[in-house]
């Protein structure tokens, strides 16, 4: 009898082992996963609209750039690790719409597009961006005359998408001409006037790069009368240019 529930004490000891291991192994893997491959993020402000709403939850191609060691990027309080790269792939390119870490403060990210590259010059004048000299493709595509908005139907590269500008603001009207330091990014937000980017901080490192943003999984949206969140069921599985 002693023998038996001996036997039963040891099977259960085996089977909670084995379930331990396993539950452990799924966890790496999925912080594997997440680190390596595709990590979820959601949007937090409007700095990106028209192509990026608030709610928007977004997968980001943590190897568009190239395979990183797992956990090798890490910003977690004082602890900021540079990313270890077992080999480069693509480039970062115009157009391309990025999750980076803050360089103010590496504990937040940021999205922004890619506008300029290293070694080239930027220059804005009347919100028009100029890059090496050359005004970027913007076609004006509709207003908003209520509050002065207007929408601009921009192509870059193989890349279209739309910037949104508020007409009445002034103050970011111009950026002086400067050049790009190697290995350093200047991004803005598709939402020209709301948005704090480069004009403001200065640019990206490379290093601080997590991955380009590339597919909205889901959006939730508020009702700005009640204050229920709904799901945005008409941006749900929508690729993001």
């Given at each position: ?9 040891l099977?259960?000891?085996k ?5 331990t291991r ?12 997440r680190?390596?491959?595709f990590e979820p ?14 709610g928007?939850?977004?997968l980001?191609?943590k ?13 977690l ?5 540079t ?30 597009r890619v506008?300029?590259?290293p ?8 919100k ?8 970027m493709?913007?076609?004006l595509i ?18 279209e ?5 508020d007409m ?13 330091p190697?290995?350093h990014?200047?991004v803005?937000g598709?939402?020209r ?5 480069s004009r ?12 380009r943003a590339f597919?909205?999984?889901?959006s939730?949206k508020?009702?700005?009368y ?9 941006r749900?599985?929508?690729?993001i240019?």
């Amino acid at each position: 009898m002693s023998e038996l529930i001996e036997e039963k004490i040891l099977n259960r000891k085996k089977t909670f082992i084995k379930m331990t291991r396993d539950s452990f192994i799924i966890i790496i893997s999925l912080l594997i996963f997440r680190s390596v491959l595709f990590e979820p993020y959601r949007i937090p402000s409007g700095s990106m609209i028209p192509t990026l709403e608030i709610g928007d939850f977004i997968l980001v191609k943590k190897f568009q750039y190239g395979l990183k060691v797992p956990f090798s990027d890490i910003a977690l309080g004082n602890i900021n690790l540079t990313p270890t790269y077992l080999f480069r792939t693509n480039e970062v390119e115009r157009g391309d719409i990025i999750v980076f870490k803050y360089p103010n403060d590496l504990k937040i990210n940021y999205i922004k597009r890619v506008i300029g590259l290293p070694g080239e010059t930027i220059e804005i004048k009347n919100k028009e961006v100029l890059i090496n000299g050359q005004k970027m493709s913007e076609k004006l595509i509709a207003t908003k005359n209520n509050d002065n908005y207007e929408y601009f139907q921009t192509t870059v590269n193989d890349k279209e998408f739309v910037v949104k500008k508020d007409m009445d603001n002034i103050y970011k009207l111009n950026f002086k001409k400067t050049k790009i330091p190697e290995g350093h990014y200047f991004v803005m937000g598709d939402n020209r006037d709301n948005s704090s980017d480069s004009r403001a901080w200065g640019f990206v490192p490379f290093e601080n790069i997590r991955g380009r943003a590339f597919f909205v999984w889901f959006s939730m949206k508020q009702d700005s009368y009640s204050g229920q969140m709904t799901i945005n069921f008409d941006r749900i599985f929508k690729s993001i240019n």
